[in-house]
Structures are given as structure tokens and as C-alpha cells.
């Protein structure tokens, strides 16, 4: 009973924060459209179909190979995070010919993809059930997947995408926990809350890091360039003003070399046949 009751106190607080984290994440969207090079939509829309579909049969070999429901549950709730971010991950990946930020921004737009994806289906089906309060909290999802995506590829910014992958995963895997052992395990399912209260927490606390920095990273970029041309400008207008210079003072030499020639040859004749 009082696991039963832990999981539904963490559901409200998993929706709270993620209102919370909904018009964050939107607002840093908006933002980081206005510092990163934009992506064509059709290539986010199949980036964003991709990932799905990768995730989904990943999640149904678990469930298939499992010799029973409860197993299955048990082994999602250690797996969603590492399948799910990793299905997320695959345009940054594979996309190594881009500019880091074309990258980032491809990839965060494939989570936010991902996300309303499977809202979409998880709404139908839940709505189907009558679990109108689940709807709802699949809804609040949307945003909690680019929050993880960005969270990875800060680490991929900072240091090593293989760290921020973890992260993120980790933060998945702890988000989803207390409903997918709640099968398997019933009330004992509430042990985990805690945990994954904190993890709610830390997600909350970190969708300003994530974006800030990814939106200053760009921003950096975008001053070095614009530092990189600048010099590049200066340097080739010196070039031809020292150009100029030489080509005056050759015209001395040249009228020096003349007079010494006429001198040597009086009549205007030069020394070739």
C-alpha cells in the first residue's frame, strides 16, 4: 500500500516538473533556432521516424525473448534509457560530415520528433483503456526526451558523447523505473522512487545548463568565424597595399636600369642579334 501510494506521489511530481520543463525547453528551442544553422524538416521528420521504429524493435526483442511478462518489465526498466537515448543519438552520430551545431540541432529536433511520436501513440492507446491520467502524463514526456537528448550531447560538446550518453540514459532509465516495476514488482516498486525523484530533480535543474551552453557554444563558433574572416580581410588589404608599395619602387629601378643602358649602348641597340 504505501508503495502503491510512493509511485502515485511520484507521478504528480513527474507531472509537475514536467510542465515545468515543457516551457523551459520550449523557450530554449525557440533560442537556439535563432543561434544554430536551421535543419530541413523532412530530414528531422525521417531522422524522428528512424529512431523510433529502432527503439520500438529493440523494446519488442526484449519483450520477446522474455519467457515472461514480469521479466520483460524488469529488463525494460534497466534498458529503455540505454536503447531509447542511443535510438536518439543515431543522426550525431552517423552525420560526421556536418558542423557540430548542424548536428546538434538535427539531433535535438529528432527527439522532439521522437517524443510527439510516440506521445501520439501511447495517448491513443491509453485513451482506448480509459487512463486518461496516463495520457496525460505521456504528454509531459514530449520534452523530457530532447531535455535527455540535450543532456548527452552537452557531454558530446564538453568532453565525450559516450558520457553524456550514459547520463542521459541513466536519467531514462530512472524516470520510467517505478512504472515499469510496478508489474512486476507491485508495491517494492516504490523503493525506487526516491531515486527517481532525485533523477526528476536533476533533469529540471539541467535544461538550462544543457541548452546554455550548446546556445554559447554556437555563438562562440559563430565569433570565431566572423574573427577568422575578419583577420583574413585585414591580411589580404595589407598584402596589396605591399603591393603597391613594391610595384613604386620598381618603377625607379627601371628608369635607373634604362639610363644605364643607354649609356652602355648610345645608339639604342641592344646587345641581342
Same mark, same amino acid.
Given at each position: %500500500?504505501?508503495?502503491?501510494?510512493?509511485?502515485?506521489? *511520484?507521478?504528480?511530481?513527474?507531472?509537475?516538473? +514536467?510542465?515545468?520543463?515543457? /516551457?523551459?525547453? @520550449?523557450?530554449?528551442?525557440?533560442?537556439?533556432?535563432?543561434?544554430?544553422?536551421?535543419?530541413?524538416?523532412?530530414?528531422?521528420?525521417?531522422?524522428?521516424?528512424?529512431?523510433?521504429?529502432?527503439?520500438? =524493435?529493440?523494446? %519488442?526483442?526484449? &519483450?520477446?525473448?522474455?519467457?515472461? @511478462?514480469?521479466?520483460? %518489465?524488469?529488463?525494460?526498466? =534497466?534498458?529503455?534509457?540505454?536503447?531509447?537515448?542511443g535510438a536518439k543519438l543515431l543522426p550525431f552520430a552517423l552525420k560526421q560530415d556536418e558542423n557540430v551545431m548542424v548536428r546538434w540541432h538535427l539531433t535535438v529536433r529528432t527527439a522532439l520528433?521522437?517524443?510527439?511520436?510516440?506521445?501520439?501513440?501511447?495517448?491513443?492507446?491509453? =485513451?482506448? %483503456?480509459? #487512463? /486518461?491520467?496516463?495520457?496525460?502524463?505521456?504528454?509531459?514526456?514530449?520534452?523530457?526526451?530532447?531535455?535527455?537528448?540535450?543532456?548527452?550531447?552537452? +557531454?558530446?560538446?564538453?568532453?565525450?558523447?559516450? #558520457?553524456?550518453?550514459?547520463?542521459?540514459? $541513466?536519467?531514462?532509465?530512472?524516470? !520510467?523505473?517505478? @512504472?515499469?516495476?510496478? *508489474?512486476?514488482? +507491485?508495491?517494492?516498486?516504490?523503493? @525506487?522512487?526516491?531515486?527517481?525523484?532525485?533523477?526528476?530533480?536533476?533533469?529540471?535543474?539541467?535544461? !538550462? !545548463?544543457?541548452?546554455?551552453?550548446?546556445?554559447?557554444?554556437?555563438?562562440?563558433?559563430?565569433?570565431?568565424?566572423?574573427?577568422?574572416?575578419?583577420?583574413?580581410?585585414?591580411?589580404?588589404?595589407? &598584402?596589396? *597595399?605591399? !603591393?603597391?608599395?613594391?610595384? +613604386?619602387?620598381?618603377?625607379?629601378?627601371?628608369?635607373?636600369? #634604362?639610363?644605364?643602358?643607354?649609356?652602355?649602348?648610345?645608339?639604342?641597340?641592344?646587345? $641581342?642579334?
Amino acid at each position: %500500500m504505501v508503495g502503491e501510494i510512493l509511485i502515485a506521489v *511520484y507521478v504528480f511530481i513527474a507531472i509537475g516538473v +514536467g510542465i515545468r520543463v515543457f /516551457f523551459r525547453t @520550449i523557450s530554449w528551442l525557440s533560442e537556439s533556432d535563432r543561434a544554430v544553422f536551421p535543419v530541413p524538416f523532412y530530414s528531422v521528420l525521417s531522422w524522428g521516424i528512424t529512431a523510433f521504429f529502432v527503439a520500438m =524493435i529493440l523494446e %519488442m526483442l526484449v &519483450l520477446k525473448f522474455s519467457p515472461e @511478462i514480469s521479466i520483460a %518489465m524488469l529488463v525494460l526498466a =534497466i534498458v529503455v534509457g540505454p536503447i531509447e537515448e542511443g535510438a536518439k543519438l543515431l543522426p550525431f552520430a552517423l552525420k560526421q560530415d556536418e558542423n557540430v551545431m548542424v548536428r546538434w540541432h538535427l539531433t535535438v529536433r529528432t527527439a522532439l520528433f521522437f517524443g510527439i511520436i510516440e506521445a501520439l501513440m501511447y495517448f491513443v492507446l491509453l =485513451i482506448s %483503456m480509459g #487512463n /486518461f491520467f496516463g495520457a496525460i502524463l505521456r504528454g509531459v514526456v514530449v520534452t523530457f526526451h530532447v531535455v535527455w537528448t540535450a543532456i548527452a550531447l552537452e +557531454g558530446a560538446l564538453k568532453s565525450s558523447l559516450w #558520457n553524456g550518453y550514459l547520463r542521459a540514459a $541513466l536519467l531514462h532509465s530512472l524516470y !520510467d523505473a517505478p @512504472i515499469l516495476l510496478l *508489474y512486476p514488482l +507491485g508495491g517494492l516498486a516504490g523503493l @525506487i522512487v526516491p531515486v527517481s525523484i532525485a533523477a526528476l530533480i536533476y533533469i529540471n535543474g539541467a535544461v !538550462d !545548463d544543457a541548452f546554455g551552453f550548446a546556445v554559447s557554444y554556437a555563438r562562440k563558433l559563430v565569433e570565431r568565424k566572423r574573427e577568422t574572416y575578419v583577420s583574413f580581410e585585414e591580411g589580404h588589404e595589407t &598584402l596589396e *597595399y605591399g !603591393d603597391e608599395e613594391t610595384l +613604386g619602387a620598381e618603377e625607379p629601378e627601371k628608369e635607373n636600369q #634604362n639610363e644605364e643602358n643607354e649609356n652602355e649602348n648610345p645608339e639604342g641597340f641592344t646587345s $641581342l642579334p
